[in-house]
């Protein structure tokens, strides 16, 4: 089955710069990749997403690229702002199921 | 339109007795996921529903968790014999088809004393 490890497990910025998640997967048929923002207290919500079709794709100041060969993608957040500041979680899709396989997430907090 | 609801949205129990929480997902959503996530924690598959598909129980901690979908619409999740570590919250998602954004609910707080 897909195994999604997501890194770093914490993350501390100044505001104003970027931050950047990883996580790897291991089905190489994946095809979705999904990423939620959890702010404290709340239900996580979809930011961006991709699929396997594509290398990247752009939303303001979020982005998420994708490297199929490698197997991971990344959610890129330029010009951070305390209000990004939450639990971020990406997510692959497993190719037998189309179930998602959540990463265990990453806690980015911004400074102002 | 609605999005997915939850009840209740906070229980609190008494070790050993059982509980039912219960979701409604979008109307027309064929997929549904339930989710345990302990404070701090990440989100823990529970039990994922497809269409008319068996569901995927693999998440299942133990026998004392149980689950089902009524009509491809409503989804209920059983806990027998409540023990403290089941405290978390639990979170129900729905989809509209496979591998689609999922729309979580609001997520019902238990509590087992």
Redesign the interface.
Known sequence: GENVEQHPSTLSVQEGDSAVIKCTYSDSAS??F?WYKQELGK????II?IRSNVGEKKDQRIAVTLNKTAKHFSLHITETQPEDSAVY?CAA?ESR?????????TRLAVHP | GAGVSQSPSNKVTEKGKDVELRCDPISGHT?L?WYRQSLG???E?LI?F?GNSAP?KSGLPSDRFSAERTGGSVSTLTIQRTQQEDSAVY?CASSRD??????????TRLTVT
């Not at chain 1, 239900?43 to 979809?46: A, E, I, N, T, V």
């Open positions: 095809n979705y999904p239900r996580p919500q979809l997403d979680f899709s199921s189309d179930k998602l396989i959540f990463g265990a997430g | 997929a996921y924690q990440g989100l598959f994922y497809q995927d979170l496979r591998a689609y954004e999922q729309y979580f609910g609001p997520g």
